[in-house]
């Protein structure tokens, strides 16, 4: 068994705790004026100051989006029990 399998099969009442984070992270990053997604970016824009306002809210909303959908579309049969 490998070494995410095992993690799940140990942790499974954890599940539906760490999918609620995961969707309010979502939830967080949804489109480019959410909470999250202008964080980051006015953070990333003080460490990267050449760095597009519009360009990095962007890439923060596809990077969680695909993030979440990559997660949970590897792990269905785990998030489902």
């Known amino acids: 068994m490998n070494t995410y399998k095992r993690l799940f099969n140990s942790h499974g ?18 489109e480019p004026n959410a909470q999250g997604t202008r964080a980051t ?11 597009d306002n519009t360009v990095l ?11 979440h ?5 590897s792990w269905v049969h785990f998030w489902q029990q």
């Open 41 to 51: 970016a006015e953070q990333m824009g003080v460490d990267h100051p050449e760095m």
């Open 13 to 30: 009442r954890e599940r539906a705790t760490l999918r609620s984070a995961m969707d309010d992270l979502l939830a967080n990053f949804a």
């Open 57 to 67: 809210r962007a890439d923060a909303v596809v990077g969680v989006r695909t993030f």
């Open 69 to 73: 959908t990559v997660l949970f579309s």
